[in-house]
């Protein structure tokens, strides 16, 4: 199942639709087969990075033969630190029950802890995990990548302790997809301030893009462009009139 609001189709198809391969690292992976960012990349021959801390999500993720890095993401490394793990008991969400995706995090926090406070029926306990910032976990487990094309991050209210442990000089994701669930103004100076510019809100999720990355043109565009330079554009502009011209109502 495509991610919500069709956000890695909507990126994959803008800025990396001639791309047959790349590298995309998932920070809050969840489930690989529900509301997943990475998995329409994985389908397409993409190396995928996940990573996800709790266990039970794991499980799922090798029981389909894929890789995952068993780690909660901050801005420190750090072990046994509790994290908060929400069963939503199966609630419907687009098409699919919802287990421990929403609210699971280092701590239920702001806008989150308030949305739990009116959700009844979740059920929290708390695990310990490793914590380690996004840097030491790459330079572990990955340490063959260079740069980054997209980098997702879904952790619940946590998305800029992930940022904060992240080098984007080394790294230099192409493309960011951030969730940002209350539309926090405080993600967009962040990523101003660090060299990112904010493309589009996708639902719950903001993307940016890296300063110098151009933004490709819509087909409409490219179109115009051809047409212009066959000499063609005046002769399409006719041809497109007189077909409103035919389509207008006939009054009687």
Not at 170 to 190: Q, T, W
Request: charged letters at 25%.
């Amino acid at each position: 199942m495509a991610a919500e609001g069709n956000v890695d189709l909507i990126v994959h198809d803008t800025f990396f639709r001639d791309h047959e391969t790349g590298v995309l690292v998932e920070v809050g992976a969840a489930r690989p087969d529900y509301l997943s960012i990475s998995a329409s990349y994985r389908s397409r021959g993409w190396r995928i990075i996940a990573i996800e801390p709790n266990p039970s999500f794991c499980v799922l993720h090798r029981a389909l033969g894929y890789d995952v890095l068993q780690y909660a993401c901050s801005d420190e490394d750090a072990d046994d630190i509790p994290f908060f793990v929400v069963d939503n008991h199966g609630a419907q969400y687009l098409e699919g029950p919802v287990s421990y995706e929403s609210f699971s995090s280092l701590g239920i926090k702001g806008g989150y802890a308030s949305l739990l406070a009116e959700s009844p029926g979740r059920t929290v306990t708390t695990i310990p995990v490793q914590v380690r910032r996004l840097d030491t976990i790459l330079a572990q487990h990955a340490p063959d990548v260079g740069e980054i094309d997209v980098l997702a991050v879904d952790v619940e209210g946590w998305e800029l302790s992930v940022m904060r442990g992240v080098d984007l000089a080394k790294y230099r994701p192409k493309v960011m997809i951030l969730e940002n669930l209350f539309n926090d103004a405080g993600y967009l100076s962040f990523m101003r301030d660090v060299g990112y510019v904010f493309w589009k809100r996708i639902e719950a999720n903001d993307v940016y893009i890296r300063a110098d990355i151009k933004i490709p043109k819509p087909m409409r565009e490219h179109a115009r462009e051809w047409l212009a330079g066959a000499g063609l554009l005046e002769v399409a502009r006719r041809v497109k009139k007189s077909f409103q011209t035919l389509s207008l109502p006939v009054r009687r």
